[in-house]
C-alpha cells in the first residue's frame, strides 16, 4: 500500500440465418429478437446444451425426446448419411427449424426461446421408419435474488444479475446512472450502492457528478427514476432504513452527512437541515450505515479510528455526531449479525473487532482478533436471526484471500480457520466488496483486479465452497450489494 489508509484499494449466411440455420424474413428476426431481450434476463446463467445422436442404432435420434429450460440449446450431431432435423411431423413441417438432409459429421444446433413441446422428424425416415422425436421446453423458475455492482465508471453504470435458488449469478445488463463515478481513483469505501429492504428500489453514488441515483428494481432490469444531488463532495456510501436514506460525502473542504426522504416512487427529497459534519472535516471516512432497528446511523473513519454516531429523530433528521473510538486502527467496512451484533473490519492489524449498541453507544466484545492476512477492508455477516449459528466474512484486499470469523450469541469472535483462510483467491484478485443472498446461504466477492465476481456457498460450519467465477466486471468497479 501507498499508505495504511489508502485504497487497499456451422456456416450460415450472416444476415439470413437465425441459430441452427434457420432462414427467417427481416420482420420475423426483429419480433424474434425483442422476445428474447425480455426473456433472458431470466434465465439461468448455465444455459444448457443437449447433444442429440441422429442415426445413432439405426434411424432414429437418440435420445429421441429430451426435455430443456427456455434459453438452453439442442445440438444434433449426425452419425450416419441421408437423415435432417425438421421441426413439425412427418409430412407437416412447421419452419421452425430445418437442418436439410445432411451426412455424417454435420452438426446442427437449435436454441429454444419459448417454452411449449416441439416435435421435429427426418424428411426420408419419419413417415416410412418413425423416425421422430420431440423437444420439451419449459420455464424456468423466477430468480431468487439479485446482485448488483457500482461500475463507477467515468460513464457510471450498475450491472445487475439474477441469483438463481442455487446461487448462480445471470448477467441481466448495466444500467445508466446518468452520472459519473471516481473512475480508477477508487472510493475507498463500503456501500456505494444499496437496495431497499423491500427490493424495489435502488441507490448508487456517482462520486464524480457528487449525485445519488435512484432505480426502481425488476427481474428484467432497473428503471431510471432520476438523480439527486448529494448535500456535499464526493458521495462514497449510502444506506436505508424504511423510508429514509442518508449518504456519506467524503471529500470537499469538510465531509458529512445528508439525510433525504424516499418518496412513494422511488425518487429523492433531501430532509431539511440533515447535513451533519463528522467528528473531523477529512477523516477519511468509509461507511455510513443504519443500525438493524434504524434508530442509529453509524459512521466509520479511518484515519482517526472513530465511529461517528448519530440518533435519528422525527421526520429521519439525525443528531450528533458522537465520536467513539475504535478498538483498532484503520476501522473500515462494518456489518451487523442477525442478533445486533456489529463487526468491523481493521485495515492496520487485518483484525476484526465486535461490538454491542445500545442507545447510540458501542460496547466492545472482542477487540482486534487478527484474521492473518493483509488489508482487512470489507465486512458482511449473516443477517437470519433463526440460524443456528452466525457469521462473518472479511475481504483481505493485498493478500487475495476471505476470513470467515464465528459470531457467538454474546457477539464473541472467533475465526472460521485456524489460518484465516476461508477462501483464498486467485492471486491479485483484490477482493473488495462483499454481498451475502438474502437466503444467508451465498456470499459473493467482487474481485477488483480479475476483474469479476466470485461466488460462494455458505457451509454449516461457515466454511465456503467457490460455486461459481462470474467475469468482465469492470475494472473501475467499486461497491455491490444483493438479496
Not at 161 to 167: C, H, L
Request: aromatic share 10%; net charge neutral.
Amino acid at each position: 500500500m501507498v499508505s495504511k489508509y489508502q485504497d487497499v484499494l456451422h456456416t450460415r449466411k450472416q444476415n439470413s440465418y437465425l441459430t441452427g440455420g434457420l432462414y427467417m424474413k427481416r420482420h420475423i428476426k426483429i419480433a424474434l429478437v425483442v422476445c428474447c431481450a425480455a426473456i433472458f434476463p431470466l434465465l439461468s446463467s448455465r444455459a444448457a446444451t443437449v447433444q442429440v445422436r441422429v442415426g445413432a442404432g439405426g434411424l432414429r435420434f437418440n435420445p429421441p425426446n429430451v426435455t430443456i429450460q427456455v434459453g438452453d440449446t439442442v445440438q444434433w450431431n449426425w452419425v450416419a448419411n441421408g437423415h435432417s432435423s425438421t421441426s413439425g411431423t412427418p409430412g407437416n413441417p412447421d419452419g421452425i427449424w430445418d437442418s436439410g438432409v445432411q451426412n455424417s459429421g454435420f452438426i446442427f444446433s437449435h436454441t429454444f426461446s419459448t417454452a411449449g413441446t416441439f416435435p421435429y422428424y427426418c424428411t426420408p425416415h419419419g413417415a416410412c421408419c418413425g423416425m421422430i422425436g420431440s423437444v420439451t421446453v419449459g420455464t424456468p423458475p423466477p430468480p431468487a435474488g439479485a446482485v448488483f455492482v457500482n461500475a463507477n465508471s467515468a460513464t457510471n453504470m450498475v450491472r445487475m444479475y439474477n441469483r438463481g435458488a442455487d446461487g448462480q449469478l445471470a448477467f441481466v445488463g448495466a444500467f445508466d446512472t446518468q452520472g459519473s463515478g471516481s473512475s480508477s481513483g477508487g472510493l475507498s469505501s463500503q456501500g456505494s450502492v444499496t437496495v431497499t429492504s423491500d427490493h424495489r428500489y435502488l441507490y448508487a453514488v456517482n462520486a464524480g457528478t457528487n449525485d445519488i441515483t435512484a432505480f426502481q428494481v425488476a427481474p428484467t432490469g432497473l428503471t431510471f427514476i432520476g438523480k439527486a444531488p448529494s448535500g456535499g463532495i464526493f458521495p462514497s456510501s449510502v444506506t436505508t432504513f424504511g423510508n429514509f436514506l442518508y449518504v456519506l460525502n467524503a471529500k470537499g473542504t469538510a465531509a458529512n452527512i445528508t439525510g433525504f426522504t424516499i418518496q412513494t416512487d422511488g425518487s429523492l427529497v433531501a430532509i431539511p437541515n440533515s447535513t451533519l459534519p463528522l467528528s473531523f472535516a477529512l477523516p477519511s471516512p468509509a461507511q455510513i450505515s443504519f443500525t438493524p432497528d434504524g434508530t442509529t446511523l453509524i459512521v466509520s473513519e479511518k484515519s482517526t479510528a472513530n465511529f461517528d454516531t448519530y440518533a435519528i429523530g422525527p421526520g429521519g433528521l439525525a443528531t450528533g455526531p458522537t465520536p467513539q473510538h475504535s478498538a483498532g486502527n484503520g476501522p473500515f467496512g462494518f456489518a451487523f449479525d442477525g442478533l445486533g451484533h456489529l463487526v468491523v473490519s481493521e485495515i492496520t492489524l487485518s483484525s476484526a473487532s465486535s461490538y454491542t449498541i445500545s442507545g447510540g453507544v458501542l460496547q466492545v466484545v472482542t477487540a482486534r482478533l487478527r484474521d492473518f492476512g493483509r488489508a482487512a477492508c470489507w465486512a458482511i455477516c449473516t443477517t437470519d436471526p433463526a440460524l443456528p449459528q452466525q457469521y462473518a466474512y472479511v475481504s483481505n484486499t493485498n493478500s487475495d484471500t476471505i476470513s470467515g470469523y464465528v459470531i457467538a450469541s454474546d457477539g464473541s469472535l472467533s475465526l472460521v480457520n485456524a489460518d484465516g483462510k476461508t477462501a483464498v483467491l486467485p492471486p491479485r484478485a483484490f477482493p473488495i466488496d462483499l454481498a451475502i443472498s438474502s437466503d444467508n446461504q451465498y456470499l459473493y466477492v467482487l474481485e477488483k483486479k480479475l476483474p469479476g465476481i466470485g461466488a460462494f456457498q455458505i457451509q454449516p460450519d461457515g466454511n465456503l465452497v467457490q460455486i461459481q467465477t462470474v467475469p468482465s466486471t469492470p475494472s473501475s468497479s467499486y461497491g455491490m450489494t444483493g438479496y
